[in-house]
């Protein structure tokens, strides 16, 4: 049987393709794949980025090119190495924007560059995001927004987790006189509508995560600097 498919297959266009271990597991219809050459001399660590596929019967499962690490797509049981890329969350310490979320499934999404020697991760945001959306909404007017490019720091995720744990700790402490819990509006009418606003733009937190609160901020640089 197998030789007859060799001989009914000749001449017939087609592509190895390694599927998406995360969309199998989810069991999507039609799960993202990745070229088989695109995998051929890259590290267990590096990414690897879906293109269109050019056989009729295996459509893409995103209009956006996804990423994956070739240790993911090309399992290895007990020998496969820990991902390297930090999660943007930490379990018990999770925060959303109302507008957005930074999450797995938003990785997923992007077309993520290997890390540079400084251990930083970078990708285009696609204009058509939620993420990106929102950042277009908070310009100023006469500004006009290029492009967004989303970058994910493993120093500095560990260095915000850390502190998004000492503030919850510091703040726990309920003390009149604990200095981190003072109430420095309460006797200003302008200071408290302040505070009012501020605390409307808290990103969103989980029930369980208490004492702690979470601004989000974002910056962006000339034309020239791009």
């Known amino acids: 049987m197998f030789c007859l498919l060799q001989e009914e297959a000749q001449g017939i266009d087609h592509a190895h ?20 050459e695109d995998l051929k001399g890259k590290g267990a660590d590096q990414f690897v980025t879906s293109t269109a596929s050019t056989v009729p019967t295996v459509p893409t499962a995103s209009p956006h090119p996804v990423s994956e690490r070739v240790c993911d797509l090309l399992l290895k049981g007990q020998t496969q190495p820990a991902p390297v890329m930090p999660s943007w969350q930490l379990r018990d310490h999770e925060w959303h924007h109302s507008a957005w979320r930074l999450d797995d499934t938003f990785d997923e999404q992007l077309p993520w560059n290997a890390p540079n ?15 990106y959306r ?4 908070e310009m100023a007017s006469g500004l006009t927004l290029s492009r967004v490019e989303v ?6 995720l560990e260095a915000f987790h850390a502190q998004l744990k000492r503030s ?4 726990s402490i309920s003390t009149a006189c604990n200095p981190f819990n003072k109430d420095f509006g309460a006797a200003f009418p302008g200071k408290r509508q302040m505070l009012v606003r501020l605390k409307s733009q808290f990103a969103q ?10 601004l989000v901020a974002w910056h962006g640089v000339r034309r020239s600097c791009c």
């Open 17 to 36: 393709l390694v599927l998406s271990t995360k969309h199998l597991k989810a069991h999507q219809e039609h799960p993202t794949g990745y070229r088989m």
């Open 134 to 137: 929102w950042i277009e909404s």
């Open 117 to 131: 020697a400084f251990g930083v991760y970078s990708a285009p945001l696609p204009g058509d995001t939620e993420l």
């Open 168 to 171: 919850a700790n510091r703040r």
């Open 205 to 214: 937190t989980p029930s369980g995560m208490s004492h702690v609160n979470v």
């Open 151 to 156: 970058s994910k720091s493993t120093a500095m």
